[in-house]
């Protein structure tokens, strides 16, 4: 199959990827998918007039390369004014790089740092595009549509889980993958079991878990340092390196506020026993050791995710409703 720098370039111009990208974007594409690209552009196609494309450009196994499109998100299931069928049509690179990092990562796993931190400072700036209007409307009082509104509580979390079903679905945090974090767990993403069109169940990806493993996954997640947080019909188990809901609302400043925290936290040091197990656990430093080996909090740092509290062995850190 022929691809030529000007196909190349034109299916980049389709997928919109940023011209500092499309080196970067080359190992997330397949030849069949640029020449699907120059064919559909942005318009929805039906399955089957893709799998004779396919099969007229000599691929054998059309329908598999179909769905392994759509598995991959290069493709996306779509409407098509009410006509019938299944009808496709092409994402956008916004779209794509994430299930890449997701679900690839040992393609990912070749690129050089300096183009994953390019690729994720882009990625971040046009999330924060889409969302960052509703982190403010939230950290300002506002009932808006909007993902990990707040921190839970693993009594919150387990309460949350059961309102959700019988089944879930775990993923890999995709703000995990995109950084390629290596010092928290990443398979920690916990849905509710959709089966829609462009679900990771339609898709094919993901685990199927009961709701009792759901609950032993983020209890785990917990212990490991991740903080839930939530609503609606995921149970995010975030860090405060890789997310990306974190790292835009250290941008906003909106601590307390966005993603909303319910509680205080209380340290008692007379019950202390400065194990320290809470300095390591603490994902915004507000647990520490000062210059003398001595365990300090400070409340000015404290996002308020409540994961000391779950995890201090000696009950040393209460929680106070706000
Ligand atoms: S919001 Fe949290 S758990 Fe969800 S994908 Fe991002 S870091 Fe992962
Ligand atoms: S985990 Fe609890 S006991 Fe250990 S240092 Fe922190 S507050 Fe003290
Ligand atoms: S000190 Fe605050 S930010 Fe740190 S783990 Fe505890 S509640 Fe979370």
Redesign the pocket.
Known sequence: MEKTETMYKKAMEIWEVPEEFYEAAAPMYREYEIRLAHEMEKAPAKEETICDLLTSWGEEDAERLLFESYQRNVLEKCEADGKDGVWYKMTDFYGRYPFFAQFEPEAYAKYSQETVDRLNAWDLEVYMKYVSQAALDIAAGKDVPMHQTQYLTLEESDAMLDTLGEEFLVVPCNCKAMGRCTEKPVDVCVGKLQKGPNSFYDRKLGKVVSAAEAKELVHWANKKGL?QSGEHEWLCNCDGVHCYPTKMARILKTRLRYPTSH?E?LWDPKVCIQCGK?TR????G??YKDAQGNVV?DEE?????????SNCPKGA?TLKKR
Do not use: D
């Open positions: 903080m509680y936290i809470c656990i603490c994902n915004h507000a647990f909090y740092k404290c996002w308020g995710c409540t994961i000391c509290a850190i």
